[in-house]
């Protein structure tokens, strides 16, 4: 939009000029060389507006800063930008799913023993 809140025309060229960076900040076992989310931009000719794809896959809170760049070279962040957007974990998927420990080989009356759960959700 311009300044008065008016549509501007885009194109698929003008997605270009979007700078998108999309990290995951916070959530469980956030591994740092796994937490970034490459989103995929493209205009939507229909809509007038620019349609940004990802997929997480980590649960936990995504950060996106957006940027245009400008015709000097520099860049300008969007209105509210950052966004954070919270990606909740999926279901529990028993198929892939783990149990494992001494627990399941047996056990010794009067003897602890465990056994490790470790639930997936895909």
């Given at each position: 939009?311009?300044?008065?809140?008016?549509?501007?025309?885009?194109?698929?060229?003008?997605?270009?000029?979007?700078?998108?960076?999309?990290?995951?900040?916070?959530?469980?076992?956030?591994?740092?060389?796994?937490?970034?989310?490459?989103?995929?931009?493209?205009?939507?000719?229909?809509?007038?507006?620019?349609?940004?794809?990802?997929?997480?896959?980590?649960a936990?809170?995504?950060?996106?800063?957006?940027?245009?760049?400008?015709?000097?070279?520099?860049?300008?962040?969007?209105?509210?930008?950052?966004?954070?957007?919270?990606v909740?974990?999926?279901?529990?998927?028993?198929?892939?799913?783990?149990?494992?420990?001494?627990?399941?080989?047996?056990?010794?009356?009067?003897?602890?023993?465990?056994?490790?759960?470790?639930?997936?959700?895909?």
């Amino acid at each position: 939009r311009d300044e008065f809140g008016n549509p501007v025309q885009g194109s698929q060229a003008d997605a270009e000029n979007l700078l998108i960076d999309m990290t995951l900040v916070s959530g469980t076992d956030v591994n740092p060389k796994e937490t970034d989310v490459v989103p995929t931009v493209a205009f939507n000719p229909v809509t007038g507006l620019y349609d940004v794809s990802f997929t997480s896959t980590t649960a936990g809170t995504l950060r996106t800063d957006i940027s245009i760049k400008t015709p000097s070279g520099g860049q300008v962040q969007a209105f509210g930008s950052p966004y954070e957007t919270p990606v909740p974990a999926a279901a529990i998927n028993a198929q892939v799913s783990t149990i494992s420990g001494p627990g399941l080989q047996g056990a010794l009356v009067g003897t602890p023993t465990f056994v490790f759960v470790t639930l997936r959700d895909t």
